[in-house]
C-alpha cells in the first residue's frame, strides 16, 4: 500500500550530494477517526490535539523517511456507525496505513471489526478500555492490528471496587452506559465489589443522548443506596448527576475515568462534588510528562493537559509516527512490527519533544531499536495490543481534582486472582 505523496523535488530531499532529507519534500498521512463531537466530543477534541502535536514534534525533528507526517482526521461523532463509515473513506480513498481512534470502546470496536482487522490496517486507540478488544485479539479477529494505550477495564473495574470499599460505600447503586463499555466496566466492577463484601443495591443501564435520566435516577434511589457508582460521559454524566443531586441522591460517588473532567465539574457545580472520588488508569511520570503538560496547553488553544484522553493520544501519535520513521514505505504489516521496535524494552530510552525525537531518528536509521517512555509512563505492548500499569485514585476537592493514591499493577492483578 501506497500512501506517499511525492512532490516534484522529491528527488533532491534524497539528494544526490548527500543533503539531509526534508520533511516538507513529501507527506506520509496517519489517518484519524476521533468523537471531535457527540456525548466522548470533549476527549476526541483534546486527543486529536494531541496527535497532531507529536506529528508535529516528530516533523520538527525531521519528519518519517524524510517525509512530513499529516494528519486526515474524521468525527466519529460518538457513533460507532458512523466512524465505520469515516473509516473506510480513510482505507479506501486516502489509502492510511493506520488509524488513531477512536477513544470510546463503542467507536473503536466496529472499526477494528468491520475495517482495520479485516483489512489489515494499524489501529492505535489513545482511550478505548474495554475488556471486548483483548478478547477480539484473543479469538483471532484483529489479524495482531489493535493496539491502546489505556489500561482493560478488566483491571479498572477491579481497582474501582477496592477504593469503593475503602472509602466506606457500602451499598451501592450503579447507573452505566449502555454500551459495550459500560456493561464490561459494570460487570467487572460488581464481580470484585461483591467479593470484597460491598452490596449492590441496583443497576440500572441508560441509552445515551437523552435530555432526561429522572427515570434511571429514581429507579437507583428506589433501592435506597448510601452512594452511587456513575459510568458514563461528561455530557449525560452531569445530566444524570443533577438529576441524582436533585431528587436527593446520597453525596457520594464513584466515577469512571472519563468523568475525571473540568466541563463534568463545571456543568454539575463543583459544591456538590466534594464527596465524589474516581479511578483512572495511571501514568509513572518521566520527562515526557513534564514536556506534555508544559507545552499541551499553548499548542491546543487551551486544553488542559489533564483531560483524560490527552496524555495517551500524545503517545499513541508518537508511537505511530516513530513506527513510520523506522520502515520504508507505508506497508501496515511492516509498521505494526516496527510499533514493538520502538517500544522495545530493551532499546535506549527516548522521551517525547523534538530533540529527543531527532535522537530517536538517528537511532532507527542505523537500524537500532528504542524504547519510547512517554507521557503516561514506559509502554509496551503484549501479543493482545494491551499495555499494564497502575491505576490513579482521585477525589474532587473545590472543583479540582486531586490525587489520592495509586493502586500498582501487582497490587490489581494480586486482587483479581484473589476474588476469582
Not at 499529516?70 to 488509524?99: C, F, H, R, W, Y
Not at 470510546?104 to 479485516?118: R, Y
Not at 443522548?209 to 429514581?218: P, W
Not at 503516561?376 to 477525589?395: E, H, M, N, S, V
Request: hydrophobic letters at 40%; glycine letters at 10%.
Amino acid at each position: 500500500m501506497k500512501s506517499i505523496a511525492f512532490l516534484t523535488t522529491t528527488a533532491l530531499a534524497f539528494g544526490l550530494l548527500g543533503l539531509p532529507a526534508k520533511a516538507a519534500d513529501c507527506t506520509i498521512t496517519v489517518g484519524m477517526v476521533m468523537e471531535l463531537t457527540g456525548p466522548a466530543g470533549e476527549y476526541g477534541q483534546a486527543g486529536a490535539k494531541s496527535v497532531d502535536m507529536a506529528l508535529r514534534d516528530i516533523n520538527d525533528a525531521g519528519g518519517a523517511q524524510g517525509c512530513k507526517l499529516v494528519s486526515e482526521t474524521k468525527d466519529s461523532q460518538s457513533s460507532g456507525t458512523v466512524a465505520v463509515d469515516a473509516a473506510n473513506q480513510l482505507v479506501q480513498l486516502k489509502k492510511v496505513p493506520v488509524i488513531i481512534g477512536g477513544i470510546i470502546s463503542s467507536v473503536s470496536i466496529p472499526i477494528l471489526t468491520s475495517v482495520t482487522g479485516p483489512d489489515k490496517i494499524v489501529q492505535v486507540s489513545p482511550a478505548s478500555s474495554s475488556p471486548t478488544l483483548t478478547k477480539l485479539g484473543r479469538d483471532g479477529k484483529t489479524n495482531g492490528m489493535f493496539f491502546r494505550t489505556i489500561t482493560s477495564d478488566a483491571l479498572q473495574g477491579t481497582a474501582a471496587a477496592q477504593y469503593a470499599i475503602d472509602k466506606g460505600f457500602k451499598k451501592i447503586a450503579i447507573i452505566h452506559v449502555n454500551n459495550d463499555f459500560g456493561v464490561n466496566l459494570e460487570g467487572e466492577f460488581a464481580k470484585a465489589y461483591k467479593a470484597l463484601g460491598g452490596e449492590i443495591v441496583n443497576v440500572t443501564p441508560y441509552n445515551e443522548k437523552q435530555s432526561s435520566y429522572a427515570s434511571e435516577v429514581t429507579a437507583a434511589l428506589g433501592a435506597k443506596p448510601d452512594g452511587l457508582y456513575l459510568i458514563s460521559t461528561p455530557v449525560d454524566g452531569a445530566t444524570i448527576a443533577r438529576a441524582w443531586i436533585s431528587q436527593g441522591g446520597p453525596s457520594k460517588l464513584l466515577l469512571n475515568d472519563g468523568m475525571n473532567s473540568p466541563d463534568f465539574i463545571t456543568s454539575v457545580g463543583a459544591k456538590y462534588l466534594n464527596d465524589a472520588y474516581g479511578t483512572s488508569s495511571g501514568t509513572a511520570p518521566s520527562a515526557s510528562t513534564a514536556y506534555f503538560n508544559d507545552n499541551y496547553k499553548a499548542f491546543s488553544g487551551g486544553i488542559d493537559p489533564s483531560n483524560p484522553a490527552a496524555d495517551r493520544s500524545y503517545d499513541a501519535g508518537a508511537i505511530v509516527g516513530l513506527a513510520l520513521a523506522s520502515i520504508k514505505g507505508t506497508d501496515p504489516l511492516a509498521l505494526r512490527d516496527a510499533i514493538f521496535k520502538v517500544t522495545d524494552p530493551k532499546g535506549e530510552v527516548i522521551h517525547a519533544g523534538k530533540a529527543e525525537f531527532t535522537k530517536a531518528l538517528a537511532l532507527l536509521k542505523d537500524g537500532k531499536s528504542i524504547r519510547y517512555e512517554g507521557v503516561i509512563g514506559p509502554i509496551a505492548f503484549d501479543q493482545y495490543g494491551d499495555i499494564t500499569g497502575p491505576f490513579r485514585l482521585w477525589k474532587i476537592t473545590d472543583g479540582k481534582v486531586e490525587t489520592t493514591g495509586e493502586m500498582s499493577t501487582d497490587q490489581v492483578n494480586a486482587l483479581k486472582a484473589k476474588i476469582k
